[in-house]
């Protein structure tokens, strides 16, 4: 006979709602409270009731995700950290991939999530048009990517000063040609790559640095991107001495092709990429770290705030998380070799 709450309850000695509230990770359960009754739900063989406890809260226990790519390390990386956060509080997540122009289009004339979700987690960027349709769900939103914008909590990091602090210390070695590997298509409205070009030229601009159009490459955000914008920048009449590139994926791949042309960073070319990449250690590359996973983890931890405690104060607009410049093998100060 399958066990019920009730049985739980009497067993552990409380009321069947402390059963209720202490499975669900609800507070007012002590610690002690809650870890003897999650023991005798296990040995009783007791299952809480998903759709039970949905029609007593009113809640779907589900929070849509929305991505433009699934199987790229950023978003990937994001996602992974949200849905743990998630999944230990109870809530499934029903991911949708909103890659191309059509299926995104489709998503938000249709609304698919709407009384299906708790919370939406975006990490594309949404025009008005589209902002207006999430917030119609009267539902806590929140994203890891693109500025403040109302109606949606913001968790991510100070693009342009990531930026800054890369080109500035290729600049303070001693670099004049300073070559970027950028991602000009990336998803729709995705400001990342604009941010960090303006931030780009306004620290060769500071320096007294003349911007050479020949010095950027589009390396789509992908390692065999960065590894074809590099080979190009090499073949240029004068190749940058060192290269900013947007991302660590499109740094490895510039690293890759820098193999192939049998030079070496950064004897022949400094390289310094963004995001602190797992592997980024482990190839030696200078770079921007941020904390990806954190803010995958804050974001939902932010939106299970709001429902929680819907009459709390909401919390900030934009959260702001850190970033550093890691210093490893693949910068340098130039080396002499005729005028740059």
Known sequence: MTASITDV????????????????????????????????????????????????SGRTYTVGVLVPYVGRWFFGTVLDAAEKV??????DVLLYNLGSPETRKRFFTRLPVRKRVDAVLSLLIPDEEESMALRSLGVPLATTVGGARPGFTVVGIDDRAG?????????????????????????????TPIVRRNAYL???????????AALEADGDYTVE???????????????????FAQSDEMAMGALRALRRHRLKAPEDVSVVGFDDHELADV??????????AEQGAEAARLLLRQLDEPDAEPPAEQVRMPIRLVLRETTAPPRPRGPQ
């Open 9 to 56: 309850a009497r067993a552990a000695g409380v009321s069947a709602s402390t059963v209720s509230r202490a499975l669900r990770g609800r507070p007012g359960v002590s610690e002690e409270v809650r870890t003897q009754i999650t023991a005798l739900a296990a040995q009783l063989g007791y299952t809480a009731s998903r759709s039970a406890s949905s029609l007593a």
């Open 283 to 292: 190839v030696g590359l200078t770079t921007v770290a941020q904390p990806v």
């Open 163 to 191: 930026t800054e602090s890369a080109v500035r210390h290729l600049v303070n070695l001693g670099h004049r040609r300073i070559g970027m590997i950028s991602g000009s298509s990336g998803p729709l409205h995705w400001t």
């Open 86 to 91: 998630f999944s230990a509080a109870g809530y």
């Open 225 to 243: 991107g960065g590894e074809r914008a590099m080979t190009d920048l090499l073949a240029v009449s004068r190749p940058p001495t060192a290269v």
């Open 202 to 212: 306004d620290v060769l601009s500071d320096a007294g640095i003349e911007h050479d």
